[in-house]
């Protein structure tokens, strides 16, 4: 566990490994309330060598010990006179002293990987991202209209499906359970959809699956590629009530191909140690486009952290995110529905 002074146990020594450095504060073992031994015994057995300025418990144990002075020189006495040796103070208790160090602070998730804040600076081929997609207003009623119907709940998430069943097993959709047209309540969605930026004019339906997704606090998604013999080449998704980090990976032999020469059989390739990674930073309200390289090529997940490090900014996940992911399930499928 970690020492609520900020010092912790050194590590057991390696025989060629230098000790802790001499310092103040001092790690001392069998020694705590659990052997019946208060913090003023601790600094009536300790005061002896110079001015005590805290005493506070190592771990949970209760018999293990910080003890931290003013002075490096009087722990150095400390050691030397009650280390290994009863000490009359404390009844003839042995100690066990070493100087303590510091507890390491613990390395931010994501590691170092840059956070882009704009698909721009991600350079990833494909990837759009545009901010305030929809009003806070609008995030408002599609999270009401989202609450009141029912959810299914998955292993770490919640999750409704719209248009058609997607089947996490096969990650496909059952094309003959036709849910009926995607709802209402996302029409402004669809509007704003058809108008993204760059997008080239189309007389067809951009999307007609929703997966809503409901992320707890620190829940994520493991890496995938959406299944390229399912759906078509553009794949939204809506960031809402809260932000995310979202990182790309892209393995070597994962090499774009263009979906005509895709049989489906193409996913989930063996995880090979090397890859190369991105990352972006997904706001609230935020629609993300997925198409070319990086909907065909580049793995998409999203970190299970409760905290993210964003250009050294720490963001803390809300409570909940909620995300909105259409696609066009390829004609093909639906076809052999009506064969
Ligand atoms: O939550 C998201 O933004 C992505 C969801 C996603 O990739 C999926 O449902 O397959």
Redesign the pocket.
């Known amino acids: 566990m970690a020492a609520k002074s900020g010092y912790t146990r050194p590590r057991p020594l390696a025989e060629d490994a230098a000790p802790p450095p001499p310092s103040a504060v001092l790690y001392v073992a069998n020694c705590g309330p659990a052997v019946g031994v208060t913090d003023a015994d601790v600094r009536a057995a300790f005061g002896a060598f110079g001015e005590v300025a805290g005493v506070q418990a190592a771990d949970n144990s209760g018999a293990r010990v910080i003890v931290r002075f003013h002075e490096p020189a009087a722990a150095e006495a400390a050691i030397a006179a009650l280390h290994g040796r009863p000490c009359d103070r404390l009844a003839g208790r042995v100690l066990h002293i070493r100087y303590s160090v510091p507890v390491k602070p613990k390395a931010l998730p994501g590691g170092s990987l840059p956070v882009a804040l704009a698909a721009s600076e991600l350079g990833i081929p494909g990837i759009y991202m545009v901010e305030e997609f929809v009003t806070a207003a609008e995030e408002q009623e599609l999270l009401a209209a989202v609450d009141s119907r029912s959810w299914k709940s998955l292993a770490k998430r919640r999750v409704q499906h719209y248009g058609y069943e997607f089947l996490y097993e096969t990650r496909n959709v059952d094309s003959k359970q036709f849910l009926g047209e995607l709802p209402a309540f996302i029409s402004i969605v669809l509007e704003k959809i058809a108008s993204f930026p760059g997008l080239k004019k189309c007389t067809t339906r951009l999307v007609d699956q929703l997966?809503v997704?409901e992320?707890p606090c620190g829940v994520g998604?493991s890496p995938?590629i959406?299944t390229h013999s399912a759906f078509e080449e553009m794949?939204f998704?809506l960031?809402l009530a809260g932000p995310?980090i979202?990182e790309f990976r892209k393995y070597p032999k994962g090499s774009w191909r263009a979906p005509s020469v895709v049989n489906g059989a193409d996913e989930h390739t063996s995880q090979e140690p090397e890859c190369i990674r991105k990352a972006i930073f997904?706001p609230s309200r935020s629609m993300?486009l997925m198409s070319g390289e990086g909907r065909y090529a580049w793995h998409?997940y999203?970190p299970h952290h409760k905290i993210d490090d964003v250009g050294g900014r720490v963001i803390k996940r809300n409570s909940r995110?909620v995300?909105f992911?259409f696609r066009k399930v390829c004609p093909a499928l639906l076809i052999s529905r009506h064969s």
């Open positions: 997966t997704n992320y998604l995938h959406d794949i998704s960031s995310c979202m997904l993300l998409h999203i995110r995300s992911t």
